[in-house]
């Protein structure tokens, strides 16, 4: 064994699960040495869940980063020789047209992501998977690229550490627990075990069930929670005994039943000859915080497995004996059966990226075996570049605010979760029940009496439309559709269409609560933004004005948008509810790297903000503000910001509009907030919900939403949104933003498609929601581009000024035409599109009040 270290590169903490030991071998496999692995328990673990894991790999997935670490990993274990791509069902029982509905959707998102998965009948999956019950089922996906990590991902875990300790890059110590992190001005230090201390620039939490312990020691929480998953076992079965396979069958999953099935196999290989059947409880999943998780000494099995009662399964257990008979014809193997613990989050996603609160802290954490590799590859890249490849956005640590980082909420949140690992399937617009009323606007109580139909976003309480306004319904019958399908009537209210057309032909008022708002102050706050900003910030001309500016990365792509209002003293961030955490944290990070001597407080919660637009807007406006001719254009250019008092509250206006209408957001201290908002009910203007803000009109003026149509996979150019010139300060990603500008065309273009006709098989007018792929008609193939990326619909809405479905999608250079007609695929239908408009071009004119044709 090797001398214990006390200095290093990097620590990686739980190296012995799969996900430490990626991460080892990507680091390795990008240049970086003198590491050092810990793990609490043998090497490869023998506590944790990759000892116990099922080892399976899907990549159906409504999500492309999940897509993508799952391709990845899979064909990182095969070129490993560690792969069984034996293929994997998904069936849809009769009667549960819903589940056959979802397998529709999974196809069309695999044709969006880059899975290979089809539908087939029920004949051919009793061909495939010769156990089930043909009758019991209506259909099946089949995903050809589905396996077994085999023999283990225990095993493979132990082959790269062992590679990576041959290497001699890292060192390995088993059984050395971390007890602290040594953290000294904000920054990683060292780590702290029973067999000394060793210096650390990087350390990194891959430590599985139990890194929220670990986070315990730097101050803060990761919103993740492990979870009983109950795992069956039955026996003897010897239809591949002698094959020397570790499984015969493809994998079987029965997400209707919330439950899988799959044989392991030759009896003679490591846990062979049975059937195994696992099982995600939906109703009362049982989460355990992983400081009530037993130690090694005291638990039976290991400290991630825990004792099964068959009381647990029995329901579903008889449902799966319906499906697949065999499992009432072979033994119960309890001895071998347990709760496996593995970990859910808050959202969906797991917590990767570095500690909010510590430099050189990172955590890997809450991720499964079958994405494994794949994260391992983008941490890797992340720690190296700055960037990954794939935009990141959703697994960021930094995109927590500190309300979703606190005990409850984490247990809320994971408990919904947990319920949904595999069933009912999740809308795209479905809200949490749990964690909510965290955040509230001041003028909340009005909005419950006006009726609001409230969703949450950043902890905030928006209401996408008001009961109150349903009267509008009857005087815009003929432009607001009934939508007749369920699924893309769900989460949605027709009256917010209609308060689109009151706002457009007159006035509304927009609550705009969610905004999160940062003040950037001290001697470098103009040049920090400089730095970072696409746009010129600095420059005494804009100082009273509001700059609409990008972050972009090192090679010249979309990190963030947002509007910067230069104040007297400060710069003032309005952002997005959900990107505004990241770009937080992201400034904080590089004022410290740069050296710029600043301040950078959220201030979200401080302050609070009424969009008021429609062509009546002005002359509203200038009925409650005490200065009425300095609404007037001529007093009032368009970006720019003028103080006023409404109801003797004081009252900083931005003349700008995310809908297209002529107006401009009311800025105001939160305790002004109800007088100003009573101010303007009480001169008729119409309370507006979220819904025409963020979607239908955003749409119809084709404005780009961040982390749904700005990703990193994409550049400036790209978007439609570079600016006519480039400044002449340097900025972060300048020199690969030059590069752009400079090639005779972009490899894509982000552009506005409008459905033609959605009518399906049925009759029905459909009015989709989510992510489509965009096909070729001719080849009807997804459309790839010159850099191997796909393109979807990354927005859709139906836009009630127009009377279209509208989306967002980029497109290859050579399908960027206006007038070129395509198809998107919704639940296994295709329906025709045409390119309305190549980069930023909006479908809809105010100032003529009509659509572009």
């Given amino acids: 064994m090797s001398k214990f270290p006390e200095q290093a590169k990097v620590v990686i903490v739980g190296l012995g699960g799969i996900v430490g030991a990626s991460v080892a071998h990507h680091l390795i496999e990008r240049g970086w040495t003198d590491i050092v692995g810990l793990d609490a328990s043998g090497i490869p673990t023998d506590v944790g869940s990759t000892a116990h894991a099922s080892d399976f790999c899907y990549a159906t997935s409504h999500d492309f980063l999940s897509c993508w670490t799952t391709l990845y990993s899979i064909n990182f274990f095969e070129k490993l020789g560690h792969y069984s791509r034996i293929g994997g069902l998904e069936v849809a029982r009769v009667g549960d047209d819903a589940r056959m509905d979802e397998l529709k959707r999974k196809v069309a998102s695999g044709k969006a992501f880059g899975t290979r998965a089809t539908l087939i009948d029920p004949s051919e999956a009793k061909k495939k998977f010769p156990l089930l019950e043909e009758a019991v089922i209506q259909g099946a996906l089949w995903d050809p690229d589905a396996g077994l990590v085999v023999p283990r991902s225990q095993t493979v875990a132990g082959k790269l550490v062992d590679q990576c300790e041959a290497s001699g890059k890292l060192k390995v110590f088993a059984n050395t627990a971390v007890d602290d992190l040594l953290i000294e001005d904000g920054q990683i230090k060292a780590v702290v075990t029973r067999r000394g201390t060793i210096r650390a620039d990087y350390v990194v939490i891959c430590a599985g069930l139990w890194g929220r312990l670990m986070a315990e020691k730097a101050g803060e929480d990761l919103p993740v929670m492990p979870v009983d998953h109950p795992l069956t076992f039955f026996g003897p079965y010897q239809e591949f005994a002698g094959s020397g396979l570790e499984i015969g069958y493809p994998l079987l999953r029965d997400q209707g039943n919330s439950a899988y099935l799959r044989d392991t196999g030759d009896p003679k290989t490591s846990e062979g000859g049975q059937i195994e059947w696992g099982y995600y409880e939906e109703q009362n999943p049982r989460l355990v915080h992983p400081r009530d998780i037993l130690p090694k000494e005291q638990a039976r099995l290991s400290p991630s497995q825990r004792d099964l009662d068959m009381e647990q399964v029995m329901e579903p257990l008889e449902r799966a004996m319906e499906l697949t008979p065999i499992l009432g014809e072979l033994g119960y193997n309890e001895g071998h059966s347990f709760n496996g613990l593995l970990q859910v989050s808050t959202d969906n996603g797991p917590a990767v990226g570095e500690s909010q609160k510590v430099r050189g802290l990172w955590y890997v954490v809450g991720i499964w075996v079958k994405d494994a590799p794949g994260f391992g590859k983008l941490v890797a890249d992340w720690m190296t570049d700055g960037r990954t490849a794939i935009d990141h956005h959703a697994i960021d640590f930094a995109r927590f605010n500190p309300f979703q980082l606190k005990a409850d909420y984490i247990e809320q949140r994971c408990t919904e979760t947990a319920q949904k690992i595999y069933n009912p399937p999740v809308h795209p617009r479905e809200p949490f029940a749990g964690g909510r009323d965290i955040r509230r606007s001041p003028f909340y109580e009005r909005e419950k009496e006006l009726g609001g139909y409230f969703m949450e976003l950043g902890g905030w309480e928006r209401a996408h439309g008001y009961a109150a306004n349903e009267h509008l319904l009857e005087r815009f019958k003929d432009q607001v559709p009934v939508r007749k399908n369920e699924w893309d009537n769900r989460h949605f209210w027709r009256v917010s269409n209609a308060e689109q057309l009151k706002l457009s032909e007159d006035v509304g008022m927009i609550n705009l609560s969610h905004f999160h708002i940062c003040d950037i102050s001290g001697p470098d706050h103009v040049a920090l933004l400089e730095w970072l900003s696409a746009a010129k910030v600095g420059g005494d001309n804009n100082i009273g004005k509001g700059i609409y500016t990008h972050f972009l990365d090192d090679e010249g792509m979309v990190r963030a948008d947002f509007t910067i209002l230069r104040l007297k003293d400060r710069c003032r961030l309005i952002n997005g509810a959900d990107a505004g955490p990241r770009d937080f944290h992201y400034m904080r990070r590089e004022a410290q790297r740069k050296g710029f001597d600043v301040q950078i407080e959220d201030v979200t919660e401080q302050y609070i903000t009424i969009g008021v637009w429609g062509p009546n807007a002005r002359a509203n406006l200038q009925q409650v503000v005490d200065n009425p001719d300095g609404l007037l254009p001529e007093n009032f ?158 927005s859709v809405a139906f836009g009630p000024t127009i009377g279209k479905n509208i989306a967002l999608a980029p497109l290859p250079h050579a399908f960027c035409e206006e007038g070129r007609r395509l198809c998107v695929e919704y639940f296994g239908e295709t329906f025709p599109v045409e390119v309305a408009a190549v980069g930023y071009k909006p479908l809809y004119d105010p100032e003529n009040l009509k659509p572009r044709s």
């Avoid at 070729?776 to 010159?786: I, K």
Wanted: aromatic share 6%; glycine share 8%.
């Fill in 637 to 794: 250019p368009f970006a720019s910001l003028r103080d006023f008092k409404i109801a003797g509250r004081e009252v900083t206006s931005f003349r700008i509009s995310y809908v297209g209408e002529q107006g401009c957001e009311l800025h105001m201290r939160y305790e002004d907030g109800l007088a100003v908002w009573d101010a303007l009910r009480a001169i008729g203007i119409t309370a507006v919900g979220v819904e025409t803000y963020a979607n239908s009109r955003r749409l119809e003026k084709s404005l780009r939403l961040q982390n749904a149509d700005l990703l990193t996979e994409y550049n400036l150019l790209e978007c439609g949104l570079a600016r006519p010139k480039v400044k002449e300060a340097d900025f972060r990603g300048k020199a690969k933003h030059l590069e752009h500008r400079a090639r005779a065309h972009q490899p894509a273009m982000l552009c506005t498609l409008v459905l033609l006709d959605t009518t399906d098989s049925q009759g029905v007018v459909r009015y989709p929601v989510g992510n489509m792929p965009v096909i070729d008609p001719q080849s009807g193939q997804t459309l790839v581009d010159e850099l191997g990326r796909r393109s979807y619909t990354t």
